[in-house]
C-alpha cells in the first residue's frame, strides 16, 4: 500500500529545513503510492473480496458503501466495487 521513506532535510535553513526542539535536523516520514501490492487483485472485487482486502466486517463494507466512502454499484443483489474506489478510499483515508 506505502512504502515508508525517510527524507532527510538539509541544515542549511533552506525552505525544506525543519530543525526540531533540540536544534538538530529533523527527518521527515513520507508516505510513496505503491499499488504493485495490488497487481493480482481482480479490477472489480466482490463484496467478500472487498472484505478480506480491507480486514473489515460485512456490516463495516455496508456501512462505506451505504455512505458513498467507497463506490460500489450492485447487479442483483450482489455488490460490485471496483479496485480504483477501494485504492482511492485507502490512499484519501491514510
Request: aromatic share 14%; net charge negative.
Amino acid at each position: 500500500m506505502y512504502d515508508f521513506k525517510i527524507e532527510e532535510y538539509a541544515t542549511t535553513g533552506g525552505k525544506n529545513t525543519h530543525i526540531n526542539q533540540w536544534g538538530l535536523p529533523q527527518p521527515k516520514l513520507f508516505f510513496e503510492r505503491n499499488d504493485s501490492m495490488f497487481e493480482q487483485t481482480p479490477d472489480i472485487l466482490t463484496f467478500k473480496e472487498c472484505q478480506e482486502l480491507l480486514k473489515i466486517g460485512k456490516n463495516t463494507l455496508l456501512d462505506l458503501l451505504h455512505n458513498e466512502e467507497i463506490e460500489g454499484f450492485k447487479i442483483g443483489t450482489r455488490w460490485k466495487i471496483p479496485k480504483a474506489a477501494v485504492l482511492e478510499y485507502i490512499y484519501h483515508k491514510y
